[in-house]
């Protein structure tokens, strides 16, 4: 239906951005370097780091892309006011930031690059998503049982913590869960 004619490739491992993608009925491979370069120059407005980092990840594919093929790639990150929580280093980190997050509004933004031979096409969606004041134990709790140092903000919306502490959001729930994928979708139908 969508990027036909297209070895579409996903450069991601993140299981559910695996999910999401499938949720298109698009045929896909996911293909992943090691050791990109996930920095940003300091001064870079926070609501443009995601974008900029899909596109360098791009950029790192782009060097050994064949004819026909289509290359998808994604950055997260988590915003409270204007401080970034991208993925924690540990639980203790993770706490922290789940500490910050508690009785907050924050805005989770993804960017997505979708790349080709002949033609780039980048974006960002952003999400307001609120929680409750979590307590202590919630946050150990949920630390403790489901180790969220893979995501960005230390917490994964479709797990016990999005269940109990999300009190609202504004956008995309796929979004939070690291792809836009309506954006995505739209965004194929032009390649």
């Given amino acids: 239906m969508v990027a036909q004619g297209y070895k579409v490739i996903l450069a991601s491992n993140s299981p559910r951005r695996k999910e999401l993608l499938a949720g298109l009925d698009i045929d896909f491979k996911v ?9 940003y120059p300091p001064q870079l407005p926070t609501h443009e780091i995601a974008e900029y980092i899909s596109r360098k990840k791009a950029a790192a594919y ?3 892309m064949a004819s026909g093929e289509l290359i998808i790639t994604a950055d ?3 915003i409270l006011g204007n401080q970034v929580l991208g993925k924690p280093k540990d639980d203790a980190e993770a706490c922290s930031m789940l500490r910050l997050l508690s009785g907050q509004t924050h805005h989770v933004i993804t960017g997505v690059t979708i790349t080709t031979i002949s033609k780039q096409i980048s974006f960002s969606v952003k999400t307001d ?3 409750k004041q979590l307590s202590e134990n919630e946050i150990s709790y949920y630390v403790g049982h489901y180790h969220p140092l893979d995501k960005a903000g230390a917490y994964g919306i479709q797990e016990w913590i999005g269940h109990i502490g999300v009190t609202g959001m504004s956008g995309s729930y796929y ?7 309506q954006r ?8």
């Fill in 31 to 39: 293909c992943v370097k090691e050791g990109i370069d996930e920095s």
């Fill in 62 to 64: 782009r060097r050994d």
């Fill in 76 to 78: 997260t990150v988590v």
């Fill in 129 to 131: 998503v609120s929680f």
């Fill in 175 to 181: 979004n939070v869960m690291g792809l836009p994928v």
């Fill in 184 to 191: 995505i979708y739209e965004a194929l139908k032009n390649v």
